[in-house]
């Protein structure tokens, strides 16, 4: 029996493991056998209960050319839905219905998009919420009809003189 393996070599098996790299590929990275590796990670499923969990979804990552970058993304999203009470369902048909919109409209969905932020930002203009958007266009169309008319009598009382 040989010296025992280096903390080292130890953290950096269990790195590659949760990295999805083969046990081939991590003996050969380490300079170490491959039984040497599977100890190394049958000792570490003691310590870690969801080792195996965190590299299944390592190996789904890279299957999906997804990087650890990406995957932050979709923790932040994940908790901006569970802050908000939204749950993933009801986001994924969203998106679909939108896509579904967009495909019936013949415009794109990041159209979709502008349109929804030019929307906000009319409503911000007009001091309302985008709940209240409809009724202050329609109290604007008033004002605007009410303008008309005096400018219709001051140009009538014009005429006259």
Request: hydrophobic share 40%; aromatic share 4%; charged share 30%.
């Given at each position: 029996?040989?010296?025992?393996?280096?903390?080292?070599?130890?953290?950096?098996?269990?790195?590659?493991?949760?990295?999805?790299?083969?046990?081939?590929?991590?003996?050969?990275?380490?300079?170490?056998?491959?039984?040497?590796?599977?100890?190394?990670?049958?000792?570490?499923?003691?310590?870690?209960?969801?080792?195996?969990?965190?590299?299944?979804?390592?190996?789904?990552?890279?299957?999906?050319?997804?990087?650890?970058?990406?995957?932050?993304?979709?923790?932040?999203?994940?908790?901006?839905?569970?802050?908000?009470?939204?749950?993933?369902?009801?986001?994924?048909?969203?998106?679909?219905?939108?896509?579904?919109?967009?495909?019936?409209?013949?415009?794109?969905?990041?159209?979709?998009?502008?349109?929804?932020?030019?929307?906000?930002?009319?409503?911000?203009?007009?001091?309302?919420?985008?709940?209240?958007?409809?009724?202050?266009?329609?109290?604007?169309?008033?004002?605007v009809m009410e303008l008309d008319k005096e400018i219709a009598e001051k140009r009538k009382?014009?005429?006259?003189?």
């Open positions: 029996m040989g010296a025992p393996t280096p903390p080292s070599i130890k953290i950096a098996v269990i790195q590659d493991w949760l990295q999805g790299v083969t046990r081939k590929s991590i003996a050969e990275r380490n300079k170490i056998g491959e039984a040497t590796v599977s100890d190394i990670i049958q000792k570490a499923r003691t310590n870690i209960p969801d080792l195996d969990l965190m590299r299944g979804l390592a190996v789904a990552l890279k299957k999906h050319s997804f990087d650890v970058d990406s995957f932050a993304c979709l923790v932040r999203l994940k908790a901006v839905l569970d802050r908000i009470g939204l749950p993933e369902e009801k986001l994924e048909t969203l998106l679909e219905e939108i896509n579904v919109h967009c495909y019936i409209e013949g415009t794109s969905e990041k159209d979709f998009i502008s349109k929804i932020d030019e929307v906000f930002e009319l409503a911000s203009e007009l001091n309302t919420s985008i709940w209240g958007i409809d009724s202050r266009i329609n109290q604007k169309k008033m004002e009382d014009l005429s006259k003189n």
